[in-house]
């Protein structure tokens, strides 16, 4: 039988221990402070990326709602939300705002107003089964409930972000203040 003496194990230990390679000490030190790191920067991403998407929504309905005053003035005061008829008509209101339109609003591909934009913007805050959807009401301030990515009030023809978060920087403006800008 072989004797196991206290400095043939210390002589195994220092022979391990020079070899290539880091202890379990230092392996936990190093992910301590990745861990910290993290939590310092993850954060910090965060916040840019609802800054980004509070940019994005300010622009869209800036655009959005200069546009919506462009049809007004085509179509003789009256909102995208109303067909020829003068009748409330939220379906097509995406459309008249996207496609070519009549002056009284018929939507004709050969019409001569139109079209505003080329495409209806998302919501960045709203998820994508509502973040193209427009809700109509006569209120002046939309709900916020995210129901929707957008409220169009029909008494004031103004156009607001409808998100249950985010976008409460887009303060509604009336028509003849953006006819301003």
Not at 7 to 18: E, F, Q, T, V, Y
Not at 61 to 77: D, E, F, G, N, P
Not at 86 to 91: A, I, Q, T
Not at 92 to 98: D, E, G, K, Q, W
């Amino acid at each position: 039988m072989r004797q196991i003496s206290l400095a043939g194990i210390m002589r195994r230990l220092a022979s391990r221990h020079d070899r290539a390679g880091f202890s379990l000490i230092e392996l936990l030190i190093v992910v301590m402070l990745l861990g910290i790191l993290a939590a310092i920067v993850i954060p910090q991403i965060g916040g840019a990326s609802n800054e980004a998407k509070e940019t994005a929504l300010s622009f869209d309905l800036s655009t959005c709602r200069k546009q919506i005053v462009h049809y007004m003035m085509q179509h003789a005061r009256t909102g995208p939300h109303l067909d020829e008829d003068g009748e409330p008509d939220p379906d097509n209101f995406i459309l008249r705002m996207t496609s070519k339109t009549d002056t009284d609003g018929t939507l004709n591909p050969d019409g001569v107003c139109g079209p505003y934009l080329k495409r209806w913007p998302k919501n960045p805050f709203c998820g994508d089964l509502v973040d193209q959807k427009v809700i109509f009401g006569p209120d002046r301030v939309g709900p916020r409930d995210g129901t929707s990515g957008w409220y169009f009030s029909t008494s004031t023809c103004i156009l607001m972000a409808n998100s249950a978060t985010g976008g409460e920087s887009t303060d509604p403006q009336s028509p003849e203040q953006l006819s301003g800008d």
